[in-house]
């Protein structure tokens, strides 16, 4: 017995490193965090307030297991705190981004089921990972804080158009939660809802010229809840269309994206736009200076009344930044944002409402907040 | 001053025309014996190493191998067959990771390492240094 148990014990010992490195080849785990310290000098805005917040972050941690040379199994679990964003209330401590199981066709065709990245535009399926944002956040009037995976089935697939052209094709089915702060007269509103039944695909062509690309986004949706609504309540679907462009090299980048969507539930019309334009230099291998606009304007068509429509400007934020980065996992960023409109993170002067014939509501002057975000980010 | 001028010509001359030749011999790119592979363009080892291709030229699936971070061969090879620095294929690698498109190569932390592993898998391609022994598996070239 003494002897069996030596022998197991030896046995153990000898397969322990083959287990270890087995697990090594199979099992990858990676994670990302960036931790910020935020402020605003007047209004709060995307969780910075006047006081200041280190209670300000954005942490990922994804566990892959690679089944088989074609088959694996990814899980991402996302922490965030947004300072005093009123998103927090609908913001899970820990959110369970993605979870899908993939599997990779001889012929390059790879297709994900589950809870997947959402292919959309330049930096949907990296919005958290600050070492590889020139800025703590994405181009907040394109991306926000929602439609950030897919429940559902994503399929991919690259064709070489010869000439150094490239096709990248994605295309995706199934649901996905939107998440919104809205400011009302008496405060401001969360929406957690969730569009069901979506089609959709992200086209990219690559050029020849490595670093410049141009996609198109277009996704097709029903809001819900529909089925259980009278015919004359339910939203029609709706189809939004986001339009990419980046051209980024070793010392330079300039990138933009537009996103639109027109929005029909009775009696009201919405017709929405919104944009962002980046650009930045890389003086040295460790240092990025980026500049920064994001503007947009919400038409609201008043249907069957005499009130004409009515055109809501989205706020217009400038943001200039600065970030260090001593190695590729680690970047330290100061930037500093101008902030100019009608949402913030509570209620402004938005409209005027008329006092007589003619119905014609006028804007309130826009408000004006700057703020500022220190931040460190880390990713492995 | 002309004395100056002249050793540091003839010292810039004799480090680049040690450094060139030097790169090209810093290591030896590997295959498994049983690999029909005896040489590969460089674009198309580029391409095993970034994943963007899964086949060799032969129909094999490839199951590249690095070496660790921060080995000097990993430096050579990045640099002379990926075409990039270190630090652009890092950050690739990262995108890719949290784009949930792929993940990099195993990496091995020595050439032993990395001949054992490309002697077990017989689509395995990886380097190693110049002076490392290769019995067991096929050095290649790669132009």
Known sequence: MHNTLKRAAALALTLTPMVVQAQDDKLSIHGAASLAYAKSDMLPINGATKDGTSDYRIIALQFGYKISDKDRVVTQLLHRKIGSSPLNAITPAIDPVWAFYEHRFDNGFVTKVGRNPLPRGIFNEVRYIGTLLPLFRVGNAVYGETLEYVDGVVVRKPFDLGSGWKLDVSGFAGGYDIKAQIPTSSGISVINSRNENTIGSQVWLNTPIEGVRAGVFYNNYQGTPSASLPAAQRQKRTTTLMYSAEAAFTKAFARAELTTFKQEQAPNFVDFMSYYVQAGVNPTEKITLVAEYNDGRNIVRFSGTQIPDLSLPLNEDLALGVAYKPSTQVSFKLEGHKSEGYSFDRPVPSVIPPTGLPLVAKLAPASKTYYLLASVAFSF | ?143
């Open chain 2, 1 to 143: 001053m002309k004395i100056i001028s002249k050793l540091f010509v003839s010292a810039s001359l004799a480090l680049v025309a040690m450094a060139s030749p030097a790169l090209a011999q810093d290591f030896k790119v590997i295959v498994n014996s049983a690999n029909s592979t005896t040489e590969l363009p460089s674009d198309v080892a580029a391409k095993l190493f970034l994943k963007q291709t899964t086949k060799f030229p032969n129909g094999t699936p490839a199951q590249p191998v690095d070496l660790a971070k921060g080995s000097a061969v990993r430096a050579a090879f990045t640099k002379s067959v990926l075409g990039r620095a270190v630090a652009a294929v890092e950050s690739y690698w990262q995108q890719q990771i949290f784009s949930g498109k792929d993940v990099p190569p195993a990496a091995k932390p020595s050439d032993d390492e990395v001949i054992a592993f490309v002697k077990a898998n017989p689509g395995a391609i990886g380097y190693v240094s110049a002076g490392a022994g290769t019995g067991g598996v096929k050095v290649i070239d790669v132009k």
